[in-house]
């Protein structure tokens, strides 16, 4: 399901090889969506109800700042299907939610034991070949 590729930073002598993780298609679906620009007043229950037109959702979780216990703006709606997932993101992304549109993409999984860079840097050469 996903590449692991290797870059080398070019002009500069520590951070030498970094890895980041790619989707192995152009065409990546996942049951999981992150939902960014997310009101302050929106809650679980209200992101449930936006979304589950579109099919079984089985968790949603907002992110919480831990000191302020406000919302961070961002949140995750996972479902049981790939292609009601596909759904809601072709049809929720950029629509208002309580007054504030919304930015919709399949969320990344995240890979343990190393670090995951996703090079946005123009200086950087592909050290593969």
């Known amino acids: 399901m996903f590449l692991i590729r290797r870059f ?3 002009n500069h002598p520590t951070l030498q090889l970094r890895y980041y993780c790619t989707p192995t298609s152009s065409s990546f679906t996942s049951k999981k969506l992150f939902v960014g620009g997310l009101s302050w007043s929106v809650d679980e ?5 936006a979304f589950s037109s579109f099919g079984e959702v ?7 700042d831990k000191d302020s216990g406000r ?6 709606v996972n ?18 939610l309580l007054g504030r549109p919304l930015r919709i993409s399949f969320a990344l999984e995240k890979v343990r034991g190393g670090p995951v860079v996703v090079p946005r840097l123009s200086n950087v050469r592909d050290d593969s070949s």
């Open 71 to 76: 919302s961070r703006g961002f949140g995750f």
């Open 8 to 10: 080398k930073l070019a």
């Open 79 to 96: 479902f049981t299907k790939e292609d009601d997932a596909s759904s809601a993101k072709d049809a929720m992304d950029g629509k208002a």
């Open 45 to 49: 229950k209200s992101l449930n109800d």
């Open 58 to 64: 089985v968790e949603v979780k907002i992110i919480y």
